[in-house]
């Protein structure tokens, strides 16, 4: 098995078993500097996982999102558990200010 292609196994959510570093690498490519709502990012990312021959869920998907915008790898503009209201992007580097 190469490190690009997923565990085998099924998870309590009926997903196959992905690793969070496989995951996050297509949520990463999946993400670009437009706000999207999160239900959009998660099923452009579930998309992309397929066409890559990866099974996932989209509540696998989420907790990564979750996991991400926690991180700062992704940032998120209002509540990212309400998939259909929040929107989250790829998190864009700080300018520091001059005081």
Do not use: C, H
């Amino acid at each position: 098995m190469t490190a690009a292609e997923p565990e085998t196994g099924d998870n309590e959510a009926g997903g196959a078993i992905v690793s969070d570093d496989v995951l996050d690498a297509i949520v990463r490519t999946a993400a670009d500097d437009e706000w999207r709502k999160v239900a959009v990012f998660i099923a452009r990312t579930v998309d992309m996982a397929k066409a890559a021959d990866v099974t996932v869920s989209g509540q696998q998907v989420a907790a990564r999102v979750y996991a991400l915008v926690e991180t700062g790898t992704l940032e998120a503009r209002g509540n990212v558990r309400r998939w259909r209201a929040g929107e989250v992007r790829r998190a864009t580097p700080t300018t520091p200010t001059e005081g």
